[in-house]
């Protein structure tokens, strides 16, 4: 009997090694895909200053589940930019979908300009130039958005082989943000999303992406969403097991 097929879809910043304890908590029963998107791991490094638009890393992931495509729809796993991706890919190709599990996707466009003015207005927060050193990297954008997402001097807390890591990958990261900032997919749009899917948040995450995960939870007809107390953006990696364990019960229930 052929396997179902779990696709796992990292973070930005980081590569598939996000995944790699959830990948062998399911490989025994599933066909478990976990890729790095493109500019990481394997794919090797994005060009510094190449454009890019995540519909490129969208395009790559429906070519990696069209290879075998008889194999049926895929459960969509994803964090942060993964988690966005998981659901425009339910979006852009719903045959190739089973159900998504997704940690605080980054579905900015479902915030609505007057009802979440509160939530939208933190955006403004992240520069929208990137402005390079001499060795091709702005530390100083990298540590807004680490901050934006973790608290102030959450940068300078990083272990340093962390900071090197963002640096190496640090204009590929810009990019996905600006161009997933500028979606405007609305509520109505995700709405139409009809797998089941597991919207997952932290309780201590920024407000903005607790109104995404609250705004999903109340448009997907098919939806669980649950917030997990003591944790922030980063969840599925300081507090993997409970995590793991929540998506690994969906992919189930799904299956």
């Not at 910043?13 to 066909?31: C, D, I, N």
């Not at 109505?188 to 995450?205: E, F, H, K, Q, R």
């Amino acid at each position: 009997m052929t396997k179902q097929r779990v696709l796992m879809v990292h973070s930005g910043g980081f590569t598939s090694r996000q995944w790699r304890k959830l990948a062998a908590m399911l490989a025994p029963g599933y066909e478990v895909l976990n890729p790095d998107l493109l500019g990481y791991g394997e794919t090797g490094p994005w060009p510094a200053g190449k454009p890019f638009h995540f519909r490129e890393d969208l395009a790559f992931l429906e070519a990696l589940l069209d290879r075998d495509a008889g194999a049926g729809p895929a459960h969509l796993v994803g964090h942060s930019y993964g988690g966005f991706l998981a659901l425009q890919l339910a979006l852009a190709r719903p045959e190739l979908v089973r159900s998504i599990a997704a940690y605080e996707p980054v579905a900015f466009g479902i915030l609505d300009d007057a009802a979440d003015a509160d939530a939208r207005s933190a955006l403004a927060l992240v520069r929208t130039e990137w402005t390079p050193d001499a060795s091709g990297t702005d530390e100083e954008w990298l540590r807004g958005f680490i901050d934006w997402w973790n608290g102030a001097g959450a940068w300078d807390h990083l272990a340093e082989e962390t900071r090197a890591a963002f640096r190496a990958v640090g204009w590929k990261v810009f990019q996905e943000v600006i161009t997933l900032a500028a979606d405007r997919t609305d509520e109505a749009t995700y709405a139409t999303i009809a797998v089941p899917v597991l919207v997952m948040g932290g309780a201590n995450s920024p407000l903005t992406e607790r109104r995404v995960v609250e705004k999903l939870g109340a448009a997907l007809p098919r939806v669980t969403a649950r917030l997990f107390d003591g944790m922030g953006h980063m969840g599925p990696i300081s507090h993997a097991a409970l995590v793991n364990d929540a998506i690994a019960a969906h992919v189930s229930a799904a299956s």
